[in-house]
C-alpha cells in the first residue's frame, strides 16, 4: 500500500510538471538601418531576441574615420 501511494504521488508530481504546451524557442531579428547596412560591418545596430532588444553601443565616425575624441581611454582599474 506504501509502495502504492508513492507511485502515485510520483505520478502527480511527474505529470504536473510537464508543459502542456509545445514551446517554441525565439528567433534573432537583426536591425539595421540601409546606410548601416551598406558599410559592410559584421555587426548590427540592434538584435530582438524574442521579447529582449538589445541595442549595439555607437562610435562617432565621419566618413567611415573615427571623430577625435569618439573613444575615450579605458580607465585603469587597480
Do not use: H, W
Not at 559592410?40 to 538584435?47: M, N, R, T
Not at 530582438?48 to 573613444?71: F, I, R, T, W
Amino acid at each position: 500500500m506504501k509502495i502504492l501511494k508513492i507511485l502515485l504521488a510520483g505520478s502527480i508530481i511527474l505529470f504536473s510538471c510537464t508543459p502542456s504546451e509545445k514551446t517554441t524557442t525565439p528567433t534573432a531579428t537583426y536591425l539595421q538601418t540601409e546606410d548601416f547596412a551598406k558599410r559592410g560591418l559584421p555587426f548590427s545596430e540592434a538584435v530582438q531576441y524574442g521579447d529582449m532588444l538589445y541595442l549595439s553601443g555607437q562610435v562617432g565616425d565621419l566618413n567611415n574615420e573615427l571623430v577625435p575624441g569618439a573613444l575615450a581611454p579605458k580607465p585603469l582599474r587597480l
